[in-house]
């Protein structure tokens, strides 16, 4: 009964490499002492030579005498030591742990010194700042948690670990701070990260369907950043953030639009400043959707609306134009979208090629060969420009840009105000984890707007977030 | 049903999509293929109006024509059409510019002297109503044809950077209390009273005197339909207005008759008063020029025993701004602070002529031009019911009503 | 039920755009003609029923907190009364949304869509107002709420810009007080806005003292309509008969604002914005009332019906400015009385029954 109980090693190890397909990383060392078998099973490629020696070979080879299970497990070094079952030897053997088998043990015992060279954090590229941390989230979980830890130093920071994937089986962390948020909408991202059944998760973006209540929306509803200093922000705000393995983008809900229009430089700078800039942002996203929209319009149904002095601008340089207005404004908008999908392809060194050839060349030169027109280059490029005051939801407004540019070359500027009518109340009726989409704006919550489109002193910001539930609103005690 | 309910309902969540889809293959592919409304309308800036001698309405159209420049020159062109009625010369215009025409850019109506004469106000309406000519268009009376005026125009809009409505702004800011619109017009014409005024701006030879704006016409000759352009024509802005009655031109008024009309309505605030031979006891014999910084009227009706009383209170902010004695030379150390009472009571008496002068214009023509009788209504309209009624042609209220002017020069 | 309602303010500002909507374009015109300048009495006297009416839905919201208008005829007076009484409802609708679409299609014709046909205003409207019908109370409550601050800063520079162009004096006392009288009634129809109210009466989250704000909202709505009235009527005097739309043409009246040129360009947005919103809402109206009286049918069938009866009598309604006054002043007054009538009618009875069974409770 009992020699049933303790393992035939070799057999052990022969299973696991089956089950492992034979991978060629897969690796196994085998110990006698004292009439005593100890088998190593781990991967080549998580595991380190010289860590391995120190860390779980010497130590065992220093042990005398009765060699026994807990005497192994107290002798290696590890951060991460733990017994398993017999099943959870494949998982953690690919999650980069030492498998160590005893002949004499009916426990297994899990080693885990993984090391894995991650990227160091820097600044992340889409959001940099002027003042401030310039940290940014790496591909690897453990130094993001660090990241993050390393700012609540409380207990209060609740980390729920989860895999999702049936294959990758990727590590994903919720972390929320527990006397602020609602338990509510932990419930509730647990609960749809829980439903997922994806084969695998390669980066925090495949979780975003799964987590939005409009999957097929064009808009964005689950926020995402790059830097561990939003993150604790957002989650001192009471949200809710969600790592995931392998990919720096941590995500965080409920999300507001509101959030797009907020810059992590707004609250290092000078809080007015910050007001202005947060109306510049404004303008700016409705210039880029409605410019060429409203432009075209006025050309093409309204020009008895256009002020005589620029009809006569427009009128002059439009004369000499083959194309109709629409095609020649679809003609420039297209030209600009395809030297942005180029230079962003490109290496940095052609980038500036493009940018001449795109600039200069084609710009200026198309406009003295007469085949544009200088009001649309004028207002196509605003257009473009302006998209970028709010660079994270580029993509949406560019399409929103579309839309309206073809709206309002159909039908007019009805059709452009309608537009706006619809795309408004379309998102009016988004509502993420309990936040409705437009909050504060609609529905309007005072409370909220010191910090909406306003930026009131960090000491006027007395409370949390109304535009969605909050287990404590008191943020500032007087 | 229940397919068709859920079919229903699916078209129902997703319908603007349908929607899209249906304007972007339809009217997006008409909008492919659209010219700007720039390319299909002439853009007109001013119309002008004429009738030739066999009783036909000829209609001048100042259009803006495109250019490729590179320096956004504006280029003008007037076009002429003749015809029965408006409609139809307006259809002839269309057809000789080959384009619809766009009237919502006219900022300038100007319509021969003698077109005023007869009934204007059906044509302007015609304008107004089916062409949509915005009601703050401006309209001028000029003495020569409205055609070659318009020529003029389109010599100062493409060169000079003096417009045409420039100078009328500059009229009806200063040397007029009123605006020269279709509006005002209209708003004359159905008032109580039916009068309005309208300015006058006359073109005049190249070599004559007045005040007047060079232009140098010449370059561009006349193409599409004008036949002047080889003599310069210069516009004279004398301040002269035609006084309307029903529509219809009755007076026309110069700029001193003008001033008293303001005097009344209390905006003479541009210009001066002149004492000639003057003596007291600090001039002799002397032509005193006092200038005019405000004016302020203020108009009280009243009745008293049935019969209407309309008190005027002139106030006059003046300054001797001039003193010149024909007995010396030049008079030096003039205190021009200090006027005497009784250069005082000349003004007084000066205005109390002006003002006399100008009801009696307003009697004689039958036009209330300082809403007098908007005032006795308001006051006690059924008094003002009552003199009505009794008069014989209540068009000539303005015989039967007695004015009383207290005039107050102040200086400073 | 309850996730789906309009908090007071939002209420407010809903019942502003209506209060503003329809009675800036046309009627200043209209009253002109019926009772010259004293056509703002007509509105004065409007305004106070439209405050009565008002009035009566706060009484009825705290008495009644909870249940809607037709369960409350349902309960107190039948089924068959309920039924009347809502297609009367479903009638006015329809035919104040024949109206609104009539005049603002003439403006928007006259004014930036000369060459177009009428069915580009078709695709433009009705997609939107459907879509505005078919959302939530509570997201149409939303959008208004966003639009809001900007059609409210359109208003108050229209009004500030339009007392720049004022200058003439007004002469008074030529309307009777019988000719304000026939001019309210001939235009009664385009007020009585407030019925919404009563339609969506259990969808307002009314708190105790939240018919102040009610009343904040639309008698700040009356003093910006009557300030724009009159400075309609001072800019225009003997010629506003001639200006049909109002609003456009207290802006027009300015000359060369600024080197801008057309400043009246804000006020053609300002009421493209009202047309949806106001159509928009109405077409709720209409499709709650649809629910009422059929019961058992969804929202769908009363769009398509909607759109289908619509688009007919659209059609058949020849679209002239006279023919659609003559419209506005013959059949729509009787139909307004659904709103000036019944509705009073029926929400006193209801403010008296409520009280009785109180008492017999008591003894």
């Given at each position: 009964?009992?020699?049933?109980?303790?393992?035939?090693?070799?057999?052990?190890?022969?299973?696991?490499?089956?089950?492992?397909?034979?991978s060629f990383d897969v690796c196994d060392r085998m110990l006698k002492k004292e009439n005593v078998t100890i088998g190593f099973v781990y991967l080549k490629s998580f595991t380190d030579n010289l860590i391995f020696s120190t860390a779980i070979y010497e130590p065992i080879c220093a042990l005398k005498e009765n060699i026994s299970f807990e005497s192994v497990k107290s002798a290696v070094f590890s951060n991460d030591v733990k017994e398993i079952k017999k099943d959870e030897m494949v998982e953690n053997i690919l999650k980069g742990a030492v498998v160590v088998l005893m002949n004499n043990a009916t426990k297994i015992l899990a080693v885990d010194i993984q090391k894995f060279n991650a990227r160091s954090p820097s600044e992340p590229p889409t959001t940099p700042v002027i003042q401030g941390p310039r940290e940014g989230f790496t591909e690897d979980i453990k130094t993001n948690i660090g990241l993050l830890r390393k700012r609540f130093y409380s207990a209060d920071l609740v980390l729920k670990n989860m895999s999702v994937g049936r294959r990758t089986k990727t590590q994903v962390v919720i972390c929320f701070l527990d006397s602020v948020v609602d338990k509510k909408i932990v419930r509730e991202v647990e609960k749809k990260l829980k439903k997922i059944d994806i084969d695998g998760v390669v980066d925090s973006y495949y979780l975003i369907p799964f987590l939005s209540s409009r999957p097929n929306s064009i808009f964005k509803q689950i926020g995402n950043t790059e830097k561990p200093d939003i993150v604790s922000a957002k989650l001192l705000e009471g949200r809710v953030a969600i790592m995931v393995d392998n990919s720096p983008m941590v995500l965080t809900v409920p999300f507001v639009v509101l959030e797009e229009l907020q810059n992590t430089n707004d609250y290092y700078t000078n809080y007015f400043y910050a007001t202005l800039l947060r109306f510049i942002r404004l303008v700016g996203v409705l210039i880029a959707v409605l410019g060429p929209g409203v432009y075209i319009a006025m050309q093409l149904f309204h020009y008895n609306v256009m002020p005589l002095k620029y009809l006569i601008t427009i009128a002059d340089s439009t004369q000499q134009i083959p194309f109709t207005p629409f095609i020649e404004i679809l003609f420039i908008s297209l030209l600009f979208q395809i030297l942005y999908e180029v230079s962003l392809r490109l290496p940095s060194y052609l980038g500036l090629a493009t940018s001449i050839v795109g600039a200069l060349i084609l710009g200026d030169t198309g406009v003295k060969a007469g085949l544009i027109s200088p009001p649309s280059v004028i207002v196509v490029a605003i257009a473009k420009i302006a998209l970028y005051t709010v660079p994270e939801q580029s993509a949406q407004i560019t399409i929103l840009q579309f839309i309206f540019l073809l709206v309002g070359a159909s039908v007019g500027l009805l059709g452009v105000v309608g537009g706006l009518i619809y795309i408004i109340s379309y998102l009016n009726s988004i509502e993420n984890f309990g936040a409705p989409y437009l909050a504060p704006f609609s529905p309007f919550i005072l409370k909220d707007n010191k910090d909406g489109l306003l930026r009131v002193p960090i000491t006027s910001m007395r409370e949390r977030p109304y535009s969605f539930n909050v287990k404590n609103n008191r943020r500032l005690k007087s | 049903m229940e397919k068709l309910k859920n079919s229903l309902k699916l078209f129902f969540k997703t319908p603007m999509l349908l929607v899209f889809v249906f304007i972007t293959i339809f009217y997006g592919g008409m909008a492919l293929g659209k010219d700007a409304e720039v390319d299909t309308y002439a853009v007109v800036t001013a119309i002008g109006l004429d009738k030739t001698e066999d009783g036909k309405i000829s209609l001048s159209l100042l259009t803006?024509?495109?250019?490729?420049?590179?320096?956004?020159?504006?280029?003008?062109?007037?076009?002429?059409?003749?015809?029965?009625?408006?409609?139809?010369?307006?259809?002839?215009?269309?057809?000789?510019?080959?384009?619809?025409?766009?009237?919502?850019?006219?900022?300038?109506?100007?319509?021969?002297?003698?077109?005023?004469?007869?009934?204007?106000?059906?044509?302007?309406?015609?304008?107004?109503?089916?062409?949509?000519?915005?009601?703050?268009?401006?309209?001028?009376?000029?003495?020569?044809?409205?055609?070659?005026?318009?020529?003029?125009?389109?010599?100062?809009?493409?060169?000079?950077?003096?417009?045409?409505?420039?100078?009328?702004?500059?009229?009806?800011?200063?040397?007029?209390?009123?605006?020269?619109?279709?509006?005002?017009?209209?708003?004359?014409?159905?008032?109580?009273?039916?009068?309005?005024?309208?300015?006058?701006?006359?073109?005049?030879?190249?070599n004559e005197e007045g005040i007047a704006i060079q232009t140098s016409q010449g370059e561009q000759g006349g193409e599409s339909g004008s036949q002047q352009g080889q003599t310069k024509r210069k516009i004279l802005n004398d301040g002269q207005a035609i006084l309307c009655r029903e529509g219809k031109k009755v007076a026309q008024i110069d700029k001193e008759m003008m001033k008293k009309i303001n005097l009344i309505k209390g905006n003479y605030n541009y210009g001066s008063i002149v004492i000639e031979n003057f003596t007291d006891e600090l001039f002799q014999n002397a032509r005193l020029t006092f200038e005019i910084f405000d004016n302020v009227t203020t108009i009280k009706a009243g009745f008293s025993n049935g019969v209407p009383v309309i008190y005027l209170d002139v106030k006059l902010l003046v300054k001797l701004s001039e003193a010149r004695e024909y007995d010396l030379e030049i008079k030096e150390n003039v205190d021009f602070k200090n006027i005497s009472k009784k250069a005082i009571k000349e003004l007084e008496f000066k205005v109390k002529n002006a003002i006399s002068d100008g009801v009696q214009l307003m009697r004689e023509h039958k036009c209330d031009l300082a809403e007098i009788y908007t005032k006795l209504n308001n006051t006690n309209p059924s008094k003002w019911q009552e003199f009505q009624e009794n008069l014989s042609d209540k068009d000539e209220f303005l015989n039967f009503v007695v004015f009383k002017v207290s005039p107050q020069i102040f200086s400073n | 039920m309850k996730n789906d309602s309009i908090n007071?303010?939002?209420?407010?500002?809903?019942?502003?755009?209506?209060?503003?909507?329809?009675?800036?374009?046309?009627?200043?015109?209209?009253?002109?003609?019926?009772?010259?300048?004293?056509?703002?009495?007509?509105?004065?006297?409007?305004?106070?029923?439209?405050?009565?009416?008002?009035?009566?839905?706060?009484?009825?919201?705290?008495?009644?907190?909870?249940?809607?208008?037709?369960?409350?005829?349902?309960?107190?007076?039948?089924?068959?009364?309920?039924?009347?009484?809502?297609?009367?409802?479903?009638?006015?609708?329809?035919?104040?949304?024949?109206?609104?679409?009539?005049?603002?299609?003439?403006?928007?014709?006259?004014?930036?869509?000369?060459?177009?046909?009428?069915?580009?205003?078709?695709?433009?409207?009705?997609?939107?107002?459907?879509?505005?019908?078919?959302?939530?109370?509570?997201?149409?409550?939303?959008?208004?709420?966003?639009?809001?601050?900007?059609?409210?800063?359109?208003?108050?520079?229209?009004?500030v810009l339009s007392f720049i162009g004022t200058k003439s004096t007004p002469l008074l006392f030529q309307g009777s007080f019988s000719s304000i009288f026939i001019g309210s009634f001939k235009h009664i129809s385009s007020f009585g806005d407030s019925v919404f109210l009563i339609i969506f009466f259990d969808k307002i989250d009314y708190k105790k003292k939240d018919g102040k704000k009610l009343f904040f909202m639309s008698v700040f709505a009356m003093i910006l309509t009557l300030l724009i009235v009159i400075s309609f009527y001072l800019s225009y005097t003997y010629t506003s008969f001639m200006h049909p739309y109002a609003i456009f043409e207290v802006l027009g009246n300015i000359k060369d604002y600024g080197g801008l040129g057309r400043v009246d360009v804000i006020s053609v947005i300002l009421v493209i914005f009202l047309t949806y919103l106001q159509m928009g809402l109405y077409l709720k109206c209409f499709t709650e009332s649809f629910l009422v009286v059929f019961p058992k049918l969804s929202n769908v069938y009363a769009l398509v019906s909607f759109d289908i009866a619509f688009f007919f009598v659209?059609?058949?309604?020849?679209?002239?400015?006279?023919?659609?006054?003559?419209?506005?002043?013959?059949?729509?007054?009787?139909?307004?009385?659904?709103?000036?009538?019944?509705?009073?009618?029926?929400s006193i009875l209801f403010l008296l029954m409520k009280k009785k069974e109180k008492s017999d409770g008591k003894t």
């Open positions: 009964m009992s020699s049933m109980n303790f393992f035939n090693i070799e057999n052990e190890i022969k299973k696991i490499k089956k089950e492992l397909h034979y | 803006f024509v495109p250019i490729v420049t590179q320096n956004f020159a504006e280029q003008y062109e007037v076009v002429v059409a003749e015809g029965q009625s408006l409609a139809e010369t307006f259809d002839f215009a269309g057809l000789h510019l080959g384009r619809e025409i766009g009237l919502s850019h006219a900022k300038l109506v100007v319509v021969n002297d003698d077109y005023f004469e007869s009934d204007v106000s059906v044509e302007l309406d015609f304008l107004v109503r089916n062409k949509n000519l915005a009601m703050s268009t401006s309209i001028i009376a000029t003495d020569a044809k409205a055609n070659e005026f318009l020529n003029v125009i389109k010599s100062f809009d493409s060169g000079t950077s003096i417009k045409a409505d420039d100078l009328l702004k500059f009229n009806e800011d200063y040397i007029y209390s009123f605006e020269s619109t279709f509006e005002s017009f209209y708003k004359g014409l159905y008032s109580p009273t039916k009068s309005a005024m309208v300015t006058f701006l006359s073109l005049v030879g190249e | 007071i303010w939002q209420t407010g500002i809903i019942l502003f755009i209506l209060i503003f909507a329809n009675k800036i374009l046309l009627l200043p015109s209209l009253f002109y003609n019926e009772a010259k300048v004293e056509g703002v009495f007509c509105y004065l006297f409007l305004f106070l029923l439209e405050l009565f009416l008002i009035t009566l839905f706060v009484f009825l919201k705290r008495k009644y907190p909870n249940s809607s208008f037709s369960s409350l005829i349902r309960e107190k007076l039948g089924v068959v009364t309920l039924k009347i009484f809502y297609v009367l409802f479903l009638l006015y609708f329809f035919c104040k949304l024949v109206l609104i679409y009539n005049i603002t299609y003439i403006f928007f014709k006259d004014l930036i869509y000369k060459d177009n046909d009428a069915f580009l205003y078709v695709i433009c409207i009705f997609p939107i107002i459907n879509f505005l019908a078919v959302s939530k109370m509570r997201v149409f409550g939303r959008t208004a709420q966003i639009f809001f601050p900007l059609i409210f800063i359109i208003l108050l520079i229209s009004i659209v059609e058949l309604v020849i679209r002239n400015l006279e023919k659609t006054v003559l419209y506005g002043q013959s059949v729509l007054p009787y139909f307004s009385l659904v709103s000036f009538g019944l509705v009073p009618i029926f």
